[in-house]
């Protein structure tokens, strides 16, 4: 039965929310293109269906895809970070650079570079510059968490650095990837989103450019319905990637 609830509970809860703000539109009259109610907004998801799965799709390839790069980046350099202290001590203030600096900011310098007509190419780089320090300072971190008195078995037998890095420090490091991955994963959905903001144009038709063209034609309840999306698009991706985690961990457990 507490199972039950607990499930139910949050359900419960946007249902009262909802209910409060459609009562709230109704009561007030309040301008549909200011605060629609969710009976428009629901409207607008059925309307736009298709064009919204298919933007979401593109948001969320995009995403993908610079999750996949920033993880070989951030996962190779953190060998070489662990191979050689030199390195980490020249890599890590960079890192720290790129995880403080606001994506809004390097957007239209990104975008530049990448090509006016090419802005694809610029939404890739600044999602990876995104997620690439979640999965980096995981992998360090994890790198730097093997058990001590192994490490000093390692020395025992006269291990080579990348004997040590690859048969002890890599395999430690392994629960440190997963939460990495998982935090990146987010935030590379975020900075595809931030960065198609960047862009303004519709050269790549994600969620954002759903959400700049309804603004523009105050559309607020196609506006909403992006934003509905691109919610339920997050916590499926949150669900599958904590239950990846999860799956992960078993393995590392029992292996």
């Not at 909802?18 to 605060?35: H, K, N």
């Not at 993908?64 to 190779?76: K, W």
């Not at 970070?81 to 890590?92: E, F």
């Not at 144009?201 to 959400?211: D, M, Q, T």
């Amino acid at each position: 039965m507490n199972r039950v609830l607990d499930v139910l509970a949050p359900f419960a809860l946007i249902g009262l929310l909802l209910a409060g703000w459609e009562i709230a539109c109704r009561v007030t009259g309040v301008p549909a293109y200011f605060l629609p109610a969710p009976s428009d907004v629901a409207v607008a998801l059925a309307t736009d269906t298709a064009s919204l799965m298919q933007a979401a799709w593109n948001t969320l390839s995009v995403a993908l895809i610079s999750l996949m790069i920033a993880s070989i980046l951030a996962q190779a350099i953190a060998l070489l970070v662990g191979l050689s202290p030199l390195i980490d001590r020249a890599v890590r203030p960079l890192a720290s650079v790129l995880q403080v600096t606001p994506v809004v900011a390097i957007a239209p310098l990104v975008l530049i570079w990448a090509g006016i007509d090419h802005p694809e190419r610029a939404i890739v780089a600044l999602a990876v510059l995104v997620a690439f320090f979640p999965i980096f300072s995981g992998a360090v971190t994890g790198l730097k968490a093997a058990d001590p008195d192994l490490e000093r078995l390692f020395d025992l037998y006269g291990a080579s650095r990348l004997q040590r890095v690859l048969r002890l420090r890599l395999p430690s490091a392994v629960p440190f990837l997963l939460e990495g991955h998982k935090v990146g994963a987010g935030l590379a959905v975020i900075g595809a989103v931030v960065a198609e903001f960047g862009a303004g144009s519709g050269g790549v038709r994600g969620l954002a450019w759903r959400i700049l063209d309804a603004g523009n034609k105050l559309q607020t309840a196609r506006m909403i319905a992006a934003l509905v999306v691109l919610g339920l698009m997050g916590v499926v991706l949150h669900a599958l990637l904590e239950r990846a985690e999860r799956t992960g961990l078993a393995w590392w457990r029992g292996r």
